[in-house]
């Protein structure tokens, strides 16, 4: 079914292909229209758009922001930001830091540990202004033949209570539909079936939730179903989007967000900037 995949992330966090490949390949598989979506930077869109551009094909600028609450991912989407706004946010500066940060942590732990990485150049896989994470610890990992794969590298080191695991800054969901409704996004849940607590919802709705991400690759028919109950009690966006990191693990476009939920999408995002009012 042709859609708009909502759900991408690129080199400028921990997925392996290029904004502007990224552009390309969509327009070949016949998608409507895409979001990259980079974990807490938005630095990956310019050349996506600038490709974008070329091939007359429809890009909307998206994060996710990393948030969580009681020690749970609750990831929130963003949609149709203003690049430079998001990307001058405190909180979001706060973010990127703590990245380099953890970085430099966690390599020093498995260093301690007998596995020597150099975390400067685990910080150049992510880009200039890209967001390193787990994922290319993992890789180098790998690369340098202490793992078999990034799986292993996950469960042996990386994983939450693994000896080279490092908590993350945290941002709370609320703060980060703050920061989208701030930059003149429209936040959506992400991927909740991954264990989002169904009460946190109504919270998140009144502070400014314009969707949920109903459609996603780890859902299945009946948490699907739920979820699209749910949107339709709270007047919310159904979205759909492949989280897309690395092909032939998710197919591009292998959930997508219909022409109507776009649109619903969009008109939900001028009513929270009219409650909003000017930023």
Not at 168 to 176: D, G, N, T, V, Y
Not at 211 to 227: A, L, W
Not at 228 to 254: N, P, Y
Request: glycine share 10%; charged share 25%; net charge neutral.
């Amino acid at each position: 079914m042709a859609g708009f995949d909502l759900h991408i992330h690129s080199t400028a966090s921990d997925g392996a292909t290029a904004p502007a490949d990224l552009v390309v390949l969509a327009k070949e598989q016949d998608l409507l229209g895409i979001a990259i979506t980079d974990h807490d930077t938005t630095y990956g869109i310019a050349a996506a758009a600038q490709k974008a551009a070329e091939l007359d094909f429809p890009l909307i600028a998206g994060i996710e922001l990393s948030a969580e609450q009681n020690d749970k991912d609750v990831h929130i989407l963003g949609y149709w930001l203003d690049t430079e706004k998001i990307e001058s946010d405190p909180k979001l500066r706060e973010m990127h830091q703590s990245r380099f940060r953890r970085c430099r942590e966690i390599v020093s732990r498995l260093s301690r540990l007998g596995m020597e990485l150099d975390a400067e150049q685990i910080i150049a896989m992510s880009g200039e202004h890209g967001t390193p994470g787990r994922p290319h610890i993992a890789m180098a990992l790998v690369q340098a033949g202490y793992c078999a794969n990034i799986k292993d590298a996950f469960n042996k080191w990386l994983g939450r209570g693994m000896p080279g695991y490092v908590a993350r800054h945290k941002l709370e969901p609320l703060q980060a539909i703050e920061i989208i409704l701030r930059a003149q996004g429209v936040p959506v849940l992400a991927h909740p079936g991954l264990g989002v607590p169904d009460g946190i919802i109504p919270r998140l709705v009144k502070a400014g939730l314009g969707g949920i991400e109903v459609y996603h690759p780890d859902h299945n028919p009946m948490t699907e179903r739920r979820y699209l109950q749910l949107a339709h009690k709270f007047r919310l966006a159904a979205t759909g989007g492949s989280d897309f990191h690395v092909q032939g693990i998710r197919s591009l476009g292998c959930r997508v967000t219909t022409v109507r939920q776009m649109a619903k999408l969009a008109a939900k995002r001028e009513e929270l900037l009219g409650r909003c009012g000017p930023q």
